[in-house]
């Protein structure tokens, strides 16, 4: 394999791995700790990320319980999550912060279906995005004399089912996701 494809590949497992990323935090009705993956706490001056000054756990189905392992950090903890996108309105006893999910309203089930099928469409741009840098830097090889036709032809048959298979697996994270988001 040329290595052209192979970082082309490396490129498009990168698009992936952050459609992943974005999925995590698009809100289901189920209590998930990776929702607070984005929250930063001011801790003493410093952004800190939530599960670095603070333990979050999931005693029930649409419950989270975040117990900072300072209790001077409550405040700013529950300011943080209020003041995320998230919508959610923590409360606290002096010790832990509770936070219960709400069920989602089918209005809200299908904003978010929708905000996945764009950030999946994003990433489906940036496939091709990939593929088309990949075509040119080939083109430019065959230009250079540094591959024959029948190479760059057989590279850019490559780099198309890289892609396609890229594209699936898109096509396949949105499916799941969509699942997860519907289901009541």
């Given amino acids: 394999m040329h290595s052209v494809i192979t970082s082309s590949e490396e490129r498009m497992k990168k698009t992936i ?8 935090v698009l809100r289901t009705g ?4 990776s929702l607070f993956d984005k929250i930063k706490v001011d801790y003493y001056g410093d952004k ?3 599960n670095q000054v603070a333990n979050i756990s999931i005693p029930e189905a649409r ?12 405040g700013e903890i529950e300011k943080a999550i209020r003041s995320s996108e998230l919508s ?6 002096g010790k832990v912060i509770r936070i219960s999910i709400p069920p989602l309203t089918e209005e809200r089930r299908k904003e978010l279906v929708k905000q ?7 990433s489906r741009v940036a496939i091709r995005n990939i593929r088309r840098d ?3 830097e080939l083109k430019k090889l065959l230009k250079d004399g ?3 036709e029948d190479e760059e032809s057989r590279n850019t048959e490559e780099l198309q089912k890289v892609t396609d298979t890229y594209i699936n697996k898109i096509n396949q994270i949105l499916e799941e996701k969509e699942k997860e988001i519907m289901e009541v």
Avoid: C, Y
Wanted: hydrophobic share 40%.
């Fill in 17 to 24: 791995a952050n459609l992943t990323d974005e999925f995590a």
């Fill in 30 to 33: 189920r209590a998930s700790v």
């Fill in 48 to 50: 800190s990320p939530l």
């Fill in 63 to 74: 419950l989270i319980v975040i117990q900072p392992w300072d209790k001077a950090m409550i």
């Fill in 88 to 93: 959610l309105n923590p409360s606290n006893d």
């Fill in 116 to 122: 996945g099928k764009n950030q999946a469409e994003q």
């Fill in 134 to 136: 990949g075509n040119d």
């Fill in 146 to 148: 540094e591959l024959t």
